[in-house]
């Protein structure tokens, strides 16, 4: 694409430099320095273009900064650009989409004025938790998915009767989609929340299906790993083989790589939306789809 700058954000240059080698943009590289305050200085280096800029920036911890730096980066693009794209490959605040309890806060809310006002035209995610969160946004908004690049990942490798697992019923459609892409079938598990004690507690009605056989846990995100660390506890104590987790956003916080590894998860394969050790699939052919 002539006529079109990837503008790189701090949290996502692996990304942008792959994307921009997808879609032959020119790459404006961005510097960060951020003072003892936490106040973020940002210096961009490389021409914008007249036309077209595309900012990638993913909103992952520390978010408010990420964030800030994403509307920093696409009012910039805007002094120049008749028209910026923000691709926020990891959209942080996206479970915030209603009010839960009176008096909530919906920051999705915020975050579609926020980036109109910044100056995009458009917005693009990669697995937004929940599409819900886009029904705020007056600009374009549009959801691509990892699950074809995950699935491609996982079908290279060596697996024993694999079945697509879900760790809960909220997750059913995604991993319905996952076992449809890769030709294989699903289960979703109950999970049941102790409104005393707290205590989780998982239920599943065909649970003699999975004895024997290796497992791929899909899920969006993982942010302390609790989900998959209890659903794979369950799951072992069902007798089954080995138990893969496949996640587009692996925030993976504090110790939680430790904690999934030690329930038992043999391996943890996360996109590229938030870098990091588990994140070896590479998402930029997708975005680079929904851009052209
Ligand atoms: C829940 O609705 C999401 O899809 C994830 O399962 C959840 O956010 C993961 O969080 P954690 O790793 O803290 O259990």
Same mark, same amino acid.
């Given at each position: 694409m002539s006529n079109v700058s990837v503008i790189s954000g701090k949290s996502s240059e692996e990304l942008a430099r792959k994307l921009s080698k997808k879609i032959k943009a020119n790459l404006v590289k961005s510097s960060v320095r951020v003072f003892p305050d936490g106040e973020s200085k940002i210096t961009l280096s490389g021409k914008i273009s007249k036309k077209k800029s595309i900012v990638v920036q993913s909103i992952y911890p520390p978010v408010d900064t990420n964030l800030l730096q994403a509307l920093s980066l696409i009012s910039k693009a805007r002094e120049t650009s008749s028209q910026v794209i923000a691709v926020i490959p990891y959209l942080g605040?996206?479970?915030?989409?209603?009010?839960?309890?009176?008096?909530?806060?919906?920051t999705m809310k915020v975050l579609a004025k926020l980036f109109k006002g910044a100056g995009a035209s458009k917005i693009i995610a990669v697995d937004?938790?929940? $599409?819900?969160?886009?029904?705020?946004?007056t600009i374009k908004s549009q959801n691509v998915t990892a699950i074809p690049n995950l699935v491609k990942y996982f079908k290279k490798l060596s697996l024993k009767n694999p079945l697509i697992v879900s760790p809960d019923q909220g997750g059913k459609e995604r991993a319905k989609e996952f076992a449809k892409e890769f030709g294989l079938e699903y289960i979703a598990l109950h999970k049941k929340r102790d409104?005393? @004690?707290?205590k989780v507690q998982i239920k599943t009605? @065909?649970?003699?299906?999975?004895?024997g056989r290796d497992l791929i846990l899909v899920d969006d995100m993982i942010s302390t790993g609790g989900s998959i660390i209890n659903a794979t506890q369950f799951l072992k104590k069902q007798k089954c083989r080995r138990v893969y987790v496949a996640c587009t956003?692996?925030?993976?916080? @504090?110790d939680a790589e430790k904690k999934i590894r030690k329930s038992g998860v043999t391996k943890i394969v996360s996109a590229n939306t938030i870098p990091g050790? $588990?994140?070896?699939?590479?998402v930029s052919d997708t975005i680079a789809k929904a851009i052209v």
């Open positions: 605040y996206a479970r915030q989409d209603r009010e839960f309890l009176s008096g909530e806060i919906v937004i938790h929940s $599409t819900i969160g886009f029904k705020y946004f409104k005393k @004690n707290g009605k @065909n649970a003699d299906e999975v004895i956003h692996a925030l993976l916080m @504090n050790k $588990t994140s070896v699939v590479d």
